[in-house]
């Protein structure tokens, strides 16, 4: 096995060109994923399946500036809340937001490139009865198309929606961190075409070290509501092959806020299943019992 | 009741992807898996307990179920060609390829009961003249075997299915994955003791009625449990078309497997009796499908219980995972 590598997905560099969107597909030959209009933001796009690897999404919010705090709530991402977010938010540590005056609220803008987490304990490869998705020696997660018979399972078993069933073809889909590019020594489509860095490629050691000083030093900005997502390795699925810094709750990403490998829970299922199978073998028994006298 | 939840999303998207399974093919197979476990349960224990009538509609019943269950998983796949995939290798991470051995074994098994006991109804049949004589004299004997072989791969056949779909991130199905082997497994009892009341004379058909009456409380039972310990992440099972659906099946269930209790008396009420639970049962497993798919639509059952998670301290943890691959 090779070190291990992924992704630091630094979104509060990300200016939304969508480069890493275009790469990814050029380089791995991905299919149009429909060309639909959501009406919803700068994001066209929607979210990652069968054809997008690469998705970025975008995050228009007016949150309380300097001094106008409120506490944080509930709201749906788009609706321009005034209190999306926690108090302090915008405290910059110069105070320095051109043109924001303390008391009124001021646009930000949060832009983010999601991708498949190679989770390292992944459902999608648990429950893929084929053997079709494997564990490369990168420790990353990837399908062969080859192998994949389209059963489907992978797809609702994913606790972030990565993996899709592409329906003219039959088969599943997902990032595969480049695979192909890897093995050349090269890094993916997605991180080389990166203007900004904000999608970084490395050992993932490097990377969890660079992640938290880049944290450290935000916070250290003002900027509290910089955290880590998918960095901890004692989380749902054992920390993520790439993981992100984001700038609010992960669920206005559109990403769960802590997700878990559905197989954890297995052992406990078959557990409940070999009581329901001896109960109904004890109920047969019992019908033909009665009838016997 | 649940009070209305807050949370945040991206644009209302849902977080998960919801199961791509179609239907019919989907809810069919739950359906005809547990039929078929049910009934080679029943052909088993009919075998033991000398019913040879309802024995023999037991073994037709878990062979067809078998059969036209593995016809309907095959054309679900996105690649049908490559259904022998399944059996590449065996993988206990996968509830699916555990399933597909299980059904292996048990279509088989089922197959072989049902040809032995066509035979011994038929002996005179063109078929079992041209048989060689060897296989002609094991085949009772070898049939009566795998009868009672699939008390055993029976129940499991009834009951995998819902570890197969627990074991997704689906909400509505992960927390449920409790009580959904006990509703399959009540389901499967009442499907199969529908179809043996069905298509056994009245007087041969007692165990049939018992197992239904007893499989379709089970199936209320479970389902009952499963509206109550679920709260918000129970909520597809009740309202909407999925609710729609569950309500459905259970006023059939509880109608059938009333009307099974005093389903000796005519041949009528039998009638009645088994199509009731027959359609209790479909209408079981579409519910199920379409709550799931429900339940993965809609981000708030995929954000609102992680949320209170993280918020009341109880953090999701796999610092030692009881299952992963390889």
């Known amino acids: 096995m090779a070190e291990r590598v992924g992704f630091f997905t630094d979104t509060s560099i990300c200016i939304g060109c969508k480069a890493c969107e275009v790469a990814c597909k050029e380089w791995n030959d991905v299919p149009d994923d429909g060309f639909v209009f959501r009406a919803t933001s700068y994001d066209n796009t929607g979210g990652l399946g069968a054809s997008t690897w690469r998705h970025v999404a975008f995050i228009e919010q007016r949150v309380p500036a300097p001094g106008n705090g409120g506490p944080g709530g509930p709201s749906g991402a788009g609706e321009l809340p005034a209190d999306s977010v926690g108090p302090g938010v915008e405290t910059g540590a110069d105070g320095e937001r051109p043109g924001a005056v303390v008391g009124e609220p001021v646009d930000r803008w949060l832009m983010a490139s999601d991708v498949c987490k190679h989770c390292t304990h992944a459902a999608c490869l648990d429950v893929c009865p084929t053997g079709a998705l494997f564990r490369t020696e990168f420790h990353t997660v990837v399908v062969q198309a080859d192998v994949c018979n389209g059963c489907g399972y992978c797809v609702p078993a994913c606790p972030y929606g990565v993996i899709g069933r592409r329906e003219d073809d039959g088969r599943a889909f997902k990032c595969t961190m480049c695979y192909d590019r890897l093995r050349g020594g090269l890094e993916p489509a997605c991180a080389k075409a990166c203007p900004t860095d904000s999608i970084q490629f490395g050992p993932l050691d490097e990377l969890l070290e660079r992640a938290e000083r880049r944290v450290t030093d935000l916070h250290g900005q003002g900027r509290t509501e910089a955290r880590l997502y998918g960095a901890d390795p004692n989380d749902g699925v054992g920390g993520d092959g790439a993981f992100f810094l984001l700038m609010d709750d992960p669920e206005v990403y559109g990403l769960p806020p802590d997700p878990v490998v559905t197989t954890r829970d297995l052992p406990a299922m078959w557990g409940w299943a070999a009581g329901a199978a001896l109960s109904m073998a004890g109920v047969m028994a019992a019908a033909f019992l009665r009838r016997r006298r | 009741m649940v009070p209305e939840a807050e949370f945040r999303s991206y644009y209302g998207q849902p977080v998960i992807k919801a199961p791509v399974w179609h239907v019919p093919h989907m809810p069919l197979y739950l359906y005809l898996g547990g039929l078929s476990g049910g009934a080679s349960l029943m052909s088993a224990a009919a075998r033991l307990a000398g019913h040879d009538r309802l024995g ?76 060689p004589r060897r296989v002609a004299a094991a085949l009772p004997a070898a049939g009566d075997a795998a009868a009672v072989a699939t008390a055993l791969t029976g129940p499991l056949m009834a009951t995998y299915t819902a570890v197969l779909v627990a074991d997704t991130a689906v909400p509505a199905w992960h927390e449920a994955h409790r009580e959904l082997p006990f509703l399959f497994a009540g389901s499967a009892l009442a499907s199969a003791g529908a179809m043996g009341m069905l298509a056994t004379p009245r007087a041969q058909a007692g165990p049939a009625r018992v197992a239904a009456a007893a499989g379709a409380a089970v199936e209320l039972a479970a389902g009952a449990v499963i509206e109550r310990r679920l709260g918000l992440v129970g909520e597809p099972y009740r309202e909407g078309r999925s609710g729609r659906l569950m309500r459905a099946a259970r006023a059939l269930t509880a109608g059938g497997g009333l009307l099974a209790t005093v389903a000796g008396r005519s041949r009528a009420l039998t009638a009645l009796s088994g199509l009731a639970l027959t359609a209790g049962a479909l209408c079981t497993r579409f519910g199920v499908l379409e709550a799931g798919r429900a339940s993965a639509a809609d981000p708030k059952y995929t954000v609102v219980p992680q949320r209170q998670r993280l918020e009341s301290g109880d953090r999701a943890s796999t610092a030692a995972p009881a299952r992963s691959w390889p």
């Open chain 2, 56 to 131: 023999l509609t037991a073994r037709v019943t878990a062979a067809a179920g078998a059969t036209l269950g593995a016809g309907f998983l095959v054309a679900e796949l996105g690649r049908p060609e490559r259904f022998l995939n399944m059996l590449r290798i065996f993988k206990p991470t996968s509830p699916m390829s555990v399933g597909s051995w299980i059904l292996a074994a048990h279509s088989g098994l089922s197959a072989l009961a049902t040809a032995s006991a066509v035979m011994s109804a038929a002996p005179a049949s063109a078929v079992a003249a041209r048989l």
